[in-house]
T-cell receptor
Framework: QKEVEQNSGPLSVPEGAIASLNCTYSDRGSQSFFWYRQYSGKSPELIMF????GDKEDGRFTAQLNKASQYVSLLIRDSQPSDSATYLCAVNKGGGSNYKLTFGKGTLLTVNP | DAGVTQSPTHLIKTRGQQVTLRCSPKSGHDTVSWYQQALGQGPQFIFQ???????QRGNFPDRFSGHQFPNYSSELNVNALLLGDSALYLC???????????FGPGTRLLVL
C-alpha cells in the first residue's frame, strides 16, 4: 500500500463548479496534511495545511480531514480555468525526527470554460 | 520578502558526471529540504539540513550528498550521474520544527 494515494485523474469540471480532490494515507500516526498546487513546468505552491479533524476554509478552498478514515480532501468552490493544475497531497508523520513530507502522485484538474 | 531561490534553472549533464545544485532559503528560514520529482510523480524527499547538519535522509544512495552553509543556504551534490537522475530537483525551506515547507522554482536536470 502506498503511503499517500491520490486519483491521478484527470478530473474535469466546468467553470463555476465545485472540484473535489481526495487523498488517503496509510500511516495512522500522521499528524499534518498539506495541499500543494503545481502548474505544468513549475514548482509546487502551498495552498493549505490542516492538522485537526474537520474542515478548514480559506477563500474558495476548503480542506477536510478525517483521521479515523485516514482521508483528507480539498474542495475548490467556483472553479476557475486558472485552477487547472496538478494538486499534490502531502503528509508529515510528525514526531521527534520526522521532518519529511511524503507526497502522492497528484491529481490533474482541468476546469473547462 | 525574498522567497526560496535555486540555481541553475536548467542543467544538462552526461552519465558519470557530477553536479552541484544550489538553494537559498526564504528570508528568516533556517532549514532546507531537498526533493526529487520525476516526470508524472510527486516529489520524493532526499534529505533535510538544519544547523549545517543532515537531520533526516530519505531512500537515496550515497551518491546524493549535501551541505548547508552558515548563512542557511544549501547545496545538493550528485556524483556518478545516471540517466534515472533526470528530474526536477526542488529545494524547500522552513523554520526549524515547523512542518510547513515552501518550495523554490526548482532545477531541471537532464542526464544524457
Amino acid at each position: 500500500q502506498k503511503e499517500v494515494e491520490q486519483n491521478s485523474g484527470p478530473l474535469s469540471v466546468p467553470e463555476g463548479a465545485i472540484a473535489s480532490l481526495n487523498c488517503t494515507y496509510s500511516d495512522r500516526g500522521s499528524q499534518s496534511f498539506f495541499w500543494y498546487r503545481q502548474y505544468s513546468g513549475k514548482s509546487p505552491e502551498l495552498i493549505m495545511f490542516i492538522y485537526s479533524n474537520g474542515d478548514k476554509e480559506d477563500g474558495r478552498f476548503t480542506a477536510q480531514l478525517n483521521k479515523a478514515s485516514q482521508y483528507v480532501s480539498l474542495l475548490i468552490r467556483d472553479s476557475q480555468p486558472s485552477d487547472s493544475a496538478t494538486y499534490l497531497c502531502a503528509v508529515n508523520k510528525g514526531g521527534g525526527s520526522n521532518y519529511k513530507l511524503t507526497f502522492g502522485k497528484g491529481t490533474l484538474l482541468t476546469v473547462n470554460p | 520578502d525574498a522567497g526560496v531561490t535555486q540555481s541553475p534553472t536548467h542543467l544538462i549533464k552526461t552519465r558519470g558526471q557530477q553536479v552541484t545544485l544550489r538553494c537559498s532559503p526564504k528570508s528568516g528560514h533556517d532549514t532546507v529540504s531537498w526533493y526529487q520529482q520525476a516526470l508524472g510523480q510527486g516529489p520524493q524527499f532526499i534529505f533535510q539540513y538544519y544547523e549545517e547538519e543532515e537531520r533526516q535522509r530519505g531512500n537515496f544512495p550515497d551518491r546524493f550528498s549535501g551541505h548547508q552553509f552558515p548563512n542557511y543556504s544549501s547545496e545538493l551534490n550528485v556524483n556518478a550521474l545516471l540517466l534515472g537522475d533526470s528530474a526536477l530537483y526542488l529545494c524547500a525551506s522552513s523554520l526549524v520544527d515547523a512542518e510547513t515547507q515552501y518550495f523554490g522554482p526548482g532545477t531541471r536536470l537532464l542526464v544524457l
